[in-house]
């Protein structure tokens, strides 16, 4: 099985700062990499597909890269609606895995 | 685009349950279909997954043996029986919509339904 760590598990940061979630893969997954948005008793929301695509409606201060077995997920500019916790999914083989999760507090 | 579970309850560990989602306003047979569960104050675990055509079903090692996944596409509708439960098995369980006609090498789930508890206790 190929296992998604996450780093780091939990950040605090302020409104405006620059945010960098790291997922790296146990095996290469390519690009076949989701990242997801979960806030309090809220099912997850797609942020970006294919390690970089942001999805239609996803703010562009969101953005993804990386390839293989490493990735990040970059916030450029911390807004009070994204403190929430994020998740990565590597779709590129069975069993489909996530990430441990980040959760992203305000400082 | 809807997806709405139902069948959640509490049951008595080695017992079965079987979990609905009646999809709506998509092409229901265009897509994969997973279930993805989330453990109280957990994180999100992928438990099983279907194609399109149900040619390529797949489980998580957890689940493997126990749980069956199966849809309807007459029916717009994707199921999971869960059966020998366990106290572990206690989740939320999703029903998730794919971007693509199979659970592997996609974009991802791209529309969610709002869970179905599932609680496993004696």
């Known amino acids: 099985d190929i296992q998604m760590t996450q780093s780091p598990s939990s950040v605090s940061a302020s409104v405006g700062d620059r945010v960098t979630i790291t997922c790296r893969a146990s095996?290469?997954?390519?690009?076949?990499l989701a990242w997801y948005q979960q806030k309090p008793g809220k099912a997850p929301q797609l942020l970006i597909s294919?390690?970089?695509s942001l999805q239609s409606g996803v703010p562009s201060r969101f953005s993804g890269s990386g390839s293989g077995t490493a990735f990040t997920l970059t916030i450029s500019s911390l807004q009070p609606e994204d403190f929430a916790t994020y998740y990565c999914?590597?779709?590129?083989?069975?069993?489909?895995?996530f990430g441990g999760g980040t959760k992203v507090e305000i400082k | 685009v809807q997806l709405v579970e139902s069948g959640g309850g509490l049951v008595q560990p080695g017992r079965s349950l079987r979990l609905s989602c009646a999809a709506s306003?998509?092409?229901?047979?265009?897509?994969?279909m997973d279930w993805v569960r989330q453990a109280p104050g957990k994180g999100l675990e992928w438990v099983a997954g279907?194609?399109?055509?149900?040619?390529?079903?797949a489980y998580a090692d957890f689940v493997k043996g126990r749980f069956t996944i199966s849809r309807d596409n007459a029916e717009n509708a994707l199921y999971l029986q869960m059966n020998s439960l366990r106290a572990e098995d206690t989740a939320l369980y999703y029903c998730?919509?794919?971007?693509?006609?199979?659970?592997?090498?996609?974009?991802?789930?791209?529309?969610w339904g709002q869970g179905t508890t599932v609680t496993v206790s004696s």
């Open positions: 998730a919509k794919t971007s693509s006609g199979y659970s592997y090498a996609n974009y991802g789930v791209d529309v």
């Open positions: 306003g998509f092409t229901f047979d265009d897509y994969a």
């Open positions: 279907i194609s399109w055509n149900s040619g390529s079903i």
């Open positions: 095996q290469g997954v390519s690009s076949w």
């Open positions: 294919s390690a970089s």
């Open positions: 999914q590597q779709t590129n083989s069975f069993p489909i895995t």
